[in-house]
């Protein structure tokens, strides 16, 4: 932790002590407006090769086709790519081509406050809108590929509606709750706090945390999908894909080791076993 951090969470952790609803009001707000990082070199070259399309004034998606698919007059299997909390549609590119190459046309999509697409503010909720809101532009898609907060917001947005044959999530955590019990803590917040911004957290979306749980907001799950999670991943625990096989009856899951959380969107070893599985 650098030392700016350390400052701002030891005052996290007086503040909890004396007042711990505006500790958890303050915390939330800053758990909200994610970071936006500059893109890297590889990822202006994938920027280059796709077509950006608005799906609406402030959603922004980019589509990746082969050349032999943009000839042919049979239309293509469709694949959404649905990246994670502070991260952007160019950052799933590792995957494209190989799906191109299953015959995918691929569409990634940014999150509200993420990447190309506008605002400030984000939440697993606004994530789910987002997904159900790119089905409406798009149709159905055949395949989705979720990393992260990405994957969590698809398994939950399949209770809403969402439609797809085969779903991959990777590195996802199945249990919002758990997202902000683990963030609240990190930044200093205890106990009574951590439940006031849980509370807040509920009031701010509309949506209690615990009606962000992939396997309380609908029945047996029946998609055929691939669940893939790292052992070493320190940002979202292995334990939050497992608890999932229960409820997604057609579900297998794919364990990594050394690969952590963020370098598993670009394994060979993971992009041929979810080509394997598409």
Known sequence: MNIAFTAYRISN???SMFAPSSAAKSALNRFIRPR??????WEHKAEASGTRIAISSKISAIRWRSSSSEDSKIPNKKLLLVHGWESRATQMYGLVPALLNKGYEVIAIDMPAHGHSHGNISHAEAFIQTILLTQQHFGEFDAIVGHSLGAAASSIALSRGLNTQKLVLISGPSNIANVLTRFSQYVGLN???TQHFLTHAGNLVGKQPSDLDAINVTDDILVNTLVIHDQNDVEVPMSE???????FKNAELFITQGLGHRQIL???????????FL
């Open 36 to 41: 936006r990082f500059t893109p890297k070199a």
């Open 241 to 247: 894909s497992q608890r999932l096989m229960d409820k």
């Open 266 to 276: 670009k394994s060979e070893e993971v992009i041929d076993r979810v080509s394997a």
């Open 13 to 15: 952790q007086i503040k």
């Open 191 to 193: 106990n009574k706090a």
